[in-house]
């Protein structure tokens, strides 16, 4: 089975950085993905790591340690927009390749002026 | 294509009833997949689908949960006599891959009432 631990509430200023960590334990690995949901919305994609180290995309990036079953989500330069929840998900590649993830139980990211 | 589309947004449904909901995924994507989604919680996988074949579901989903995927296009995901511990919000998303990234649809809101 798949487990993952990520905090449940964030909060932080505008134009700080924060970091959102997430550890999970599975019984296979096939990378971490992230994804952001704002309230009454869809989740949507925001980064993977398949390999250990770390993603950049903008204002985002994404680490990943396979050792160490940790992976983390920076975001820097918040912007009020930014307010949100924010899931870590792994993907379970044994399970007829099918590319399943499970999801963490999200980190609500409030950002304060 | 605009994205994966999901009908209807809301339903509210009396307890015992039975509920349909429609997902029509990304044209080019052949990998469909239902998650359900409550409050404050992360997306629960419920079943996946690899063009027409559905290869997997989850062990939680009762035999009162059905799902199809005519022609590997667009799918549904029945509810019969449906209980209040329905109410949920019900993902759609699909894929092309293994990169892990989902698009998600919308939802519906599911109420049983």
């Known amino acids: 089975g798949q487990s993952l631990e990520q905090p449940s509430e964030v909060t932080a200023v505008e134009g700080a950085i924060v970091q959102i960590n997430c550890t999970y334990q599975?019984?296979?690995?096939?990378?971490l993905s992230w994804y952001q949901q704002h309230d009454g919305g869809a989740p949507t994609f925001l980064s993977y790591?398949?390999?250990?180290g770390l993603e950049e995309t903008g204002r985002f990036s994404s680490f990943l340690s396979r050792s160490d079953s940790y992976g983390y989500l920076l975001l820097q330069e918040l912007q009020m927009k930014d307010s949100a929840s924010y899931f870590c998900?792994?993907?379970?590649?044994?399970?007829?390749?099918?590319?399943?993830?499970?999801f963490g139980g999200g980190t609500r990211l409030m950002v304060k002026p | 294509d605009t994205g994966v589309s999901q009908d209807p947004r809301h339903k509210i449904t009396k307890r015992g009833q039975n509920v349909t909901f429609r997902c029509d995924p990304i044209?080019?994507?052949?990998?469909l997949y239902w998650y359900r989604q409550t409050l404050g919680q992360g997306p629960e996988f419920l079943t996946y689908?690899?063009?027409?074949?559905?290869?997997?579901k989850s062990r939680l989903l009762s035999d009162r949960f059905s799902a199809e995927r005519p022609k590997g296009s667009f799918s549904t995901l029945e509810i019969q006599r449906t209980e209040q511990g329905d109410s949920a919000m019900y993902l759609c998303?699909?894929?092309?891959?293994?990169?892990?990234?989902?698009?998600f649809g919308s939802g519906t809101r599911l109420t049983v009432v």
């Open positions: 044209s080019e994507h052949n990998r």
């Open positions: 689908f690899q063009n027409e074949a559905q290869l997997e």
């Open positions: 790591n398949g390999l250990d």
């Open positions: 998303a699909s894929s092309l891959g293994t990169g892990g990234g989902y698009t």
């Open positions: 599975t019984s296979g690995f096939y990378g």
């Open positions: 998900a792994v993907r379970d590649g044994a399970r007829n390749a099918g590319n399943m993830l499970t």
